[in-house]
């Protein structure tokens, strides 16, 4: 529920196993970016890069994205973090910013 793909999965023929890309279903940009997201955090790293993640998802879904995933109380919390967006609602929390 994080990355916002459970309604996604609900419309996919083989839910989360259903097979994406050239010979599978095509994803909007939306749903390719919070796919790319969920699979950074399945690596579980000590450190994540992320560039502009909530770019191409709806205002509503990268507020909820960042809020579950990126903030101080998302599952990223205990985590280095580095962010690279053009969303400035999401520089709020940040340690550093660097223009």
Known sequence: TACELLADFSLLPHGDLTLVGENGVSLSSGQKARVSLARA???ECDIYLLDDPLSAVDAHVGESIYEQVLSER???RNLTRRLVTHGLQYTKEADNILV
């Open 41 to 43: 955090l399945y690596q």
């Open 74 to 76: 998302g599952l990223l």
